[in-house]
């Protein structure tokens, strides 16, 4: 061991390792790359995010936040938007999940 550091363990299950051909293949936001990898749902996404799942411009997006018709939460100074309060205001349904 260099340094004295200790080896840090990857946030991954030890059963799906990742190679290097894998990690060149993470696309710019690596957070949501890894929750799908993991097969987690994000609950949050950005606002420019949900624009495109919406077919709306950041002005609307922004009436829509103001008025209450969409949750978001302040994170430092990002404000993202809960992707349950895009589905209900667009009239989807979540797909349930297994187990539930």
Known sequence: ????????SPPFPPDRSIS???LSAIPHNPVRWIAEYI???????????????????????G????QGE??????????????ESIQNLA???PEKQEGS
Not at 1 to 8: D, L
Not at 63 to 66: Q, T
Not at 70 to 83: C, D, F
């Open 1 to 8: 061991m260099e340094g004295g550091k200790t080896p840090v």
């Open 70 to 83: 969409l949750e978001s939460v302040r994170i430092g100074s990002r404000r993202l938007v809960r992707i």
């Open 20 to 22: 290097r051909s894998h």
């Open 91 to 93: 009239g989807v349904t």
């Open 39 to 61: 097969n987690v749902d994000p609950i949050l996404c950005s606002q420019a995010e949900a624009g495109r799942m919406l077919a709306i411009g950041k002005t609307k997006l």
């Open 63 to 66: 009436e829509l936040i103001a």
